[in-house]
């Protein structure tokens, strides 16, 4: 809708918080007046320029292991069945080429839930073609058409660039939120509080 404040919704498609906030933001965004811009991006290479090899939830077992425990207490609290996928961190290369392809005709939204609920909820890997053509086929659209886009060099560079951008930013993690003014916000319990910014035009 026009005229409405827009807040900048970046999310890597691995990431567990960033599926709590994207099952639920939509709604939450609507109550506030806010218009969201999905934004995909990869933190392979951020987490890589900080000499980190994977997930930090990984190289610290500690940390990885609240990380579980938490995401299932708030997913429970949003009415959602919430495990850890086989594999993790999972690689969201294709998943993000796809999703970002789909930011500009509206359909990156109902494809990125869709992979968020098979990876998080089924513990399906977002990685495997099967994954990616029924997420497509949620979001309207033909696998056989847009599966291609995911090695498409024009989309190949918009990623490179957008994960830059965010890296130009300071965003470190996933999900994170920047409003029209810069204000940044990272986690999936700081949702509110973004919008919240975002709506009075801080």
């Known amino acids: ?24 933001i939509e709604g939450l965004a609507d109550e506030a007046g806010v218009n969201l811009r ?32 938490d995401t299932v207490r708030r997913a429970r609290r949003q009415g959602l069945e919430f495990a850890k996928p086989t594999e993790f961190p999972q690689n969201s290369l294709a998943a993000t080429r796809l999703a970002l392809a789909g930011r500009e005709e509206g359909w990156a939204p109902a494809f990125s839930k869709a992979l968020f609920r098979a990876q998080f909820g089924e513990g399906l ?43 130009s930013l300071g965003i470190f993690g996933a999900p994170f939120f920047v409003t029209e003014h810069g204000e940044p916000f990272w986690g999936d319990d700081r949702l509110e509080e973004a919008l919240e910014w975002a709506r009075e035009g801080r």
């Open 1 to 24: 809708m026009p005229n409405r404040p827009v807040l900048d919704f970046w999310y890597e498609l691995a990431s567990p918080y960033a599926c709590l906030s994207a099952l639920r």
């Open 38 to 69: 999905w934004r995909p991006f990869l933190l392979g290479p951020i987490f890589a320029a900080q000499g980190w090899s994977t997930s930090p939830y990984e190289l610290y077992p500690a940390k990885g292991r609240y990380m579980w425990r």
């Open 125 to 167: 890997n977002i990685a495997d073609e099967a994954v990616l053509s029924a997420a497509l086929k949620e979001a309207g659209r033909d696998p056989g058409a847009t599966l291609p886009l995911a090695r498409n060099e024009e989309i190949r560079a918009r990623l490179k660039a957008e994960t830059e951008y965010a890296k």
